[in-house]
């Protein structure tokens, strides 16, 4: 018959193991059996009070602070992304709408900025393309707002929950901060 020892969690062999550990106790083949060789999915070993090995549901995972507001953090990122792209069409963003700034601020006269002629195609005067590119650019900006403005609201509220024991209620927080930051961003930049 096999061994159980409850200390180290393994199952021995008479004759097979020769160092058997103090514990052992006497392990039925109906439970090694469903216990060791083949435990249900997703259940967590253990041990009854008379030593012998079962197997329990596994205890319920409750996410921590840095976790939940990784989480939010992620959807600001990837809702930025969604907006601009890379990086680099950010600044590119950015500069047209600088360019776009100034010729708009001289009255729409002079040469056009570059980043500006650019959008000046199909039709589109110089001023239409710089007016285009103001209205993305306060679209693109005031989505920066409230982006930060709920990402670092939102962390915060999961931390005071967390500091009191509200898990659930933190959980609740970054859910509906990651539903919010999802609909802030759409319809603007590439999500258009």
């Given at each position: 018959?096999?061994k159980?020892s409850p200390?180290?969690g393994?199952?021995y062999?008479?004759?097979?193991?020769?160092?058997?550990?103090?514990d052992c106790?006497d392990?039925?083949d109906?439970v090694y059996?469903?216990?060791?060789?083949?435990?249900?999915?997703?259940k967590?070993?253990?041990h009854a009070?008379n030593?012998?090995?079962?197997?329990?549901?596994p205890p319920?995972?409750f996410?921590t602070?840095?976790e939940?507001?990784?989480?939010v953090?992620?959807?600001a990122?990837?809702?930025r992304?969604a907006?601009?792209?890379d990086p680099?069409r950010a600044?590119?963003?950015?500069?047209?709408a600088?360019e776009?700034q100034?010729?708009?601020?001289?009255?729409?006269?002079?040469?056009?900025?570059?980043m500006?002629?650019?959008?000046?195609?199909?039709?589109r005067?110089?001023?239409?393309?710089a007016?285009?590119?103001l209205?993305?650019a306060?679209?693109y900006?005031?989505?920066?707002v409230?982006?930060?403005?709920?990402?670092?609201q939102a962390?915060?509220?999961?931390r005071?929950?967390?500091?009191?024991g509200?898990?659930?209620?933190?959980?609740d927080i970054?859910?509906e901060?990651i539903a919010?930051?999802e609909?802030?961003?759409?319809?603007?930049?590439?999500?258009?």
């Amino acid at each position: 018959m096999r061994k159980y020892s409850p200390s180290t969690g393994n199952a021995y062999l008479p004759g097979v193991h020769s160092n058997l550990p103090n514990d052992c106790i006497d392990i039925p083949d109906e439970v090694y059996e469903a216990v060791i060789a083949n435990p249900a999915p997703g259940k967590i070993r253990s041990h009854a009070p008379n030593g012998l090995p079962i197997l329990l549901d596994p205890p319920a995972y409750f996410p921590t602070e840095h976790e939940l507001c990784s989480k939010v953090d992620k959807a600001a990122d990837a809702a930025r992304r969604a907006v601009a792209g890379d990086p680099l069409r950010a600044v590119e963003y950015d500069r047209a709408a600088s360019e776009a700034q100034a010729f708009a601020a001289a009255g729409y006269q002079g040469v056009v900025p570059p980043m500006v002629a650019a959008w000046a195609i199909n039709g589109r005067t110089a001023q239409q393309a710089a007016d285009d590119i103001l209205r993305e650019a306060a679209q693109y900006n005031g989505a920066l707002v409230q982006l930060r403005t709920v990402r670092l609201q939102a962390k915060e509220l999961i931390r005071a929950a967390m500091a009191n024991g509200n898990v659930e209620q933190a959980q609740d927080i970054a859910a509906e901060t990651i539903a919010s930051i999802e609909a802030a961003v759409a319809g603007i930049g590439n999500n258009a």
